[in-house]
Each structure stands twice: as C-alpha cells, then as structure tokens.
C-alpha cells in the first residue's frame, strides 16, 4: 500500500512553533518514503518527518529534508506495530512570497510479505510445539 499526502506550507512559516500535519498510517512495515519538493522551492521549504517526540527522517535531530526539484527517495524498514499508527509532518517555509506544496508517500506492507521467512518459522515452531516434538 501506498500513502500519498499533500503538504502545503506558508511562505514566511517559521520553525517554531510547530506547523504540522498528521499522516495516518496503517499497521506493518514502512518500506519506502518519498518526498518531492517541487521546482520553486529553492531549499526555503524544510520538513521532518517524527512518530511522537522522536524524529524518524532524517534521523538526526538536527537534520531536516530540504530541495528544490527533486524527489528524495529511499528504502526503509520501519515498524509500525503500535496504535496509533501516525507520523508527524514539521515543515516550515523560509520564502517571504510563496507557499510550497510538498508531496510525501509512504509504502506499508505487512510483515508477512517483507519477512516470509520468519512466517514460516513461526508456523513452523507451532506446527513442532502441536506434534510435541
């Protein structure tokens, strides 16, 4: 499954206080993240991607994504096995004229298909513990 969520941000949007969204998720694996700057927003548009109080991309608490026409792309293994399955988008906008819509997407797949082999293993375990071996 994918997740497509549109971020618009201000122009003259400071950092603090927070200017957030929330992106509702399903439970499973985040395997893939995308975010998309358009062309426009010369590194002035900032975002931080967190699950609570801890920030998940980038991973540094002092990073954040920023770029001007261009797709930052990557593959990920992130678990999202608790309720609620939300993450937290920070943006701000350092453009004193125009606002910037950024897009972020989220893959999600279950355990099951990105971890087959320990699917197996667990029924496995249960097949030996019911034959009592």
């Known amino acids: 499954m994918f997740y497509d969520f549109s971020f618009t941000i201000p122009a003259n949007t400071p950092k603090y206080p927070l200017y957030t969204i929330e992106a509702k998720l399903s439970h499973g694996i985040i395997h ?34 920023s770029a001007n026409r261009y797709t930052i792309a990557f593959n990920d293994f992130y678990k999202l096995y608790s309720a609620p399955y939300l993450l937290t988008l ?35 375990k249960k097949l030996l513990a019911r034959l009592r071996l």
């Open 32 to 65: 893939r993240v995308e975010v998309t700057f358009p062309r426009g927003c010369a590194g002035l548009a900032h975002l931080r991607i967190k699950r609570g109080l801890f920030q998940v991309w980038p991973l540094n608490p002092t990073g954040d994504f």
């Open 90 to 124: 920070h943006g701000w906008n350092l453009d004193d004229t125009f606002q910037h819509e950024l897009q972020i997407r989220f893959g999600v797949l279950p355990a099951e298909v990105l971890l087959p082999e320990e699917t197996f293993t667990a029924a496995f």
